[in-house]
């Protein structure tokens, strides 16, 4: 199985500075990351501090200005090809399950595409097993019913599922999931990161999981990595950095976490995930207003699109 591997990236942005010189915005700099099959990796920081540049450059949507990217310690060549065949192998599950999946398209469309592209199937016989096979995989049923339906009429979770689901068809080696459950309904957080994890055991996925969650970056990391201005500022197990930070950003992002000790958070009482501090917080960011959506909708069904088809 496979390790993900960045080294010394880094990425650069022109911003328009006063003066008449050209300046840059050290988006990432220098940041290494290891992430190993059956093991999950939590990178935490505060928005804007290049999570989501780094998710870009490890899908190869944004060009790394520094450093490399490695697959069990072999360098990716440049090109369409290449490209392609490191996305069957590196596959990104995106914040917004309401804008990844195409509005226009039924399920069964979005699920076969993959499976088609990444030539996982042949037959239709085929086809129609893997279908049943995915949707299985991410507790959707009746399969039937599920693939004639269009995005719109399912839920917030069954549709991150189903962008769970067409992450898996290329039977990928790596997951990068960025911020999976921000933008769903508290009360279905934890049972999709519970999938996530459920799915990394099974697979012995790599995954990276990338979150301003401190509590469910604990749970379901192995290690933590702390960025903030584009640099890791701290990395360790995941339990080490949480109860014993030592950098004082660290320090100050554990004092600020919500306390999952105090009312009104909220836990599935069927699951039992023997920590308590797998909790979520009612005062996270709940779903945004509608032009957040329409610009989300924009940035991620383009990228969903791009992925789509190379
Ligand atoms: N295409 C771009 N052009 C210029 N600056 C960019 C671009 N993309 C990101 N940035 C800047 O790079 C920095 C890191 O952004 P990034 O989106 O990676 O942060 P983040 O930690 O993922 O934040 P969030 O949690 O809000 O998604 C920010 O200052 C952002 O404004």
Do not use: C
């Not at 039937?144 to 599922?161: C, D, N, T, V």
């Amino acid at each position: 199985m496979t390790t993900l591997e960045a080294l010394h990236l880094s990425k650069d942005y022109p911003i328009r500075g006063r003066g008449l010189r050209p300046q840059t915005l050290k988006a990432v700099d220098d940041v290494s990351l290891l992430v190993r099959p059956g093991e999950s990796v939590a990178l935490v920081g505060e928005s804007g501090s290049g999570k989501s540049t780094i998710a870009k450059m490890l899908i190869r949507l944004t060009e790394p200005t520094g450093g490399d990217i490695t697959l069990d310690g072999e360098r990716i060549p440049a090109g369409r090809r290449a490209t392609k065949r490191y996305r069957k192998r590196v596959q990104m599950v995106f914040q917004d399950p309401f804008s990844s999946l195409n509005p226009s398209l039924p399920i069964r469309h979005q699920l076969v595409r993959p499976l088609r592209i990444h030539g996982i199937v042949r037959t239709r016989a085929e086809e129609e097993r893997e279908l049943r096979r995915l949707l299985d995989s991410v507790n959707l049923a009746p399969a039937s019913e599920i693939l004639a339906k269009y995005p719109h009429e399912l839920s917030g979770g069954q549709r991150q599922r189903i962008a769970i689901a067409r992450a898996l068809a290329p039977r990928p080696e790596v997951l990068i999931a960025d911020e999976p459950v921000s933008m769903l309904d508290v009360s279905i957080r934890l049972e999709i990161l519970q999938l996530l994890d459920d799915l990394k055991r099974e697979r012995n996925l790599a995954v990276l999981y990338i979150t301003h969650d401190l509590a469910t970056a604990r749970h379901f990391s192995t290690q933590i990595v702390v960025m903030r201005h584009g640099r890791v500022v701290e990395r360790g197990r995941s339990a080490d950095v949480i109860l014993d930070p030592v950098h004082p950003y660290t320090q100050l992002l554990v004092r600020a976490a919500p306390d999952p000790h105090s009312e009104p958070f909220q836990v599935d009482p069927d699951r039992h995930l023997g920590s308590p501090d797998v909790l979520v917080s009612p005062s996270d960011p709940g779903p945004a207003d509608e032009r957040h959506w329409a610009r989300a909708w924009a940035d991620d069904a383009a990228v969903a699109e791009l992925l789509a088809r190379v």
